[in-house]
């Protein structure tokens, strides 16, 4: 993937150092604005998954840049207390229902509804252009909460991510069905190719979930990540399928969304109980990690929903310029 244009002082000093343009990291400097936060932590971010091109790999351990990531990782925090309330202590015995609750009272905008009954052709691409910065790499974030678990929960985890993954079959992977939705678009397959054209919204979201995933200590907070995006998939993907089906899709660009409406309502059962619940039970101490996991991902994406909706319902653009 190549290095992103910068969006602030904060992030092009970053990328100007990974680039070999520059030596100084930006270390004690504050994001100018969220798009600046964001790209940066998403900078810092990639290179524990598939490096930047002409970006030496040695960076992803380098105690200067960690140092930086760990200061942005602080304002990252703090704005998802704003936005959720901090974990709570929670009785184990309860998060498979309390994830239940808090998905069922979730009241964010309905984008898959736009996307299936009013959604234009160019609007629908913008949308697969948004997903593509997380389909293109599906389920790697909550990958690395695997070496973390043990016992049930492990094994539980290992069932859903098989799924993800194809059960071993490369074009069942859901990385590469969603590939066929963009190609069907007409879009670039190549992996990060449109990170440059979204916002700090869409950059959240994926960097809410490498937030959880790459610290052991917020594996509670993964799975409940998880375990919302499986308890609020299969009828949203119905609908986003319905609505690329009115707009001509054809049964390859549909071919993502048919895929999990089937798989994710099996895996929230899986995902609330022998995973969430399992994992509370062996962990107590982590059970609220779980339920605000869950709530920083109902919260993120819903903000990710507001901004795309508000700039479609202006009769704007929902990508960057």
Request: glycine residues 10%; negative net charge; proline residues 5%.
């Amino acid at each position: 993937m190549k290095l992103p244009g910068p969006r602030g002082a904060l992030s092009g000093a970053l990328i100007d150092v990974l680039a070999g343009k520059a030596t100084d990291l930006p270390a004690g400097r504050a994001p100018d604005d969220d798009e600046d936060l964001q790209l940066a932590l998403f900078v810092c971010y990639e290179l524990a998954y598939r490096g930047w091109d002409g970006v030496d790999d040695a960076w992803e351990w380098d105690p200067g840049l960690l140092s930086v990531r760990a200061a942005l990782e602080d304002h990252f925090a703090a704005g998802l207390r704003e936005l959720t309330g901090p974990p709570a202590a929670t009785d184990p015995a309860d998060v498979p229902a309390l994830l239940a609750e808090a998905v069922a009272a979730d009241d964010g905008p309905s984008l898959s509804g736009y996307l299936r009954g009013r959604a234009t052709r160019e609007q629908f691409r913008e949308f697969v252009v948004h997903r593509s910065v997380y389909h293109l790499r599906e389920a790697d974030p909550h990958t690395w909460a695997i070496p973390r678990l043990a016992g049930r929960p492990k094994a539980a985890l290992i069932e859903i991510q098989a799924d993800e993954y194809g059960g071993g079959v490369t074009r069942r992977m859901h990385q590469e069905l969603f590939k066929q939705t963009m190609g069907w678009f007409g879009l670039d397959l190549t992996y990060g190719a449109y990170v440059d054209d979204v916002g700090a919204p869409t950059l959240a979201v994926n960097n809410l979930m490498s937030y959880f995933g790459l610290h052991r200590r917020r594996r509670g907070a993964v799975l409940g990540h998880l375990a919302a995006y499986e308890m609020t998939s299969s009828l949203p993907n119905r609908a986003y399928g319905n609505g690329l089906r009115r707009l001509g899709g054809d049964a390859g660009a549909t071919a993502f969304y048919d895929e999990h409406v089937e798989a994710d309502a099996v895996h929230e059962q899986i995902a609330a109980h022998d995973l969430c619940g399992s994992f509370a039970a062996a962990e107590p101490e982590l059970a609220g990690d779980v339920l605000w996991g869950a709530r920083c991902a109902l919260a993120v994406d819903n903000r990710w929903a507001f901004h795309v909706l508000e700039k479609w319902q202006k009769g704007l653009s929902s990508l960057r310029a």
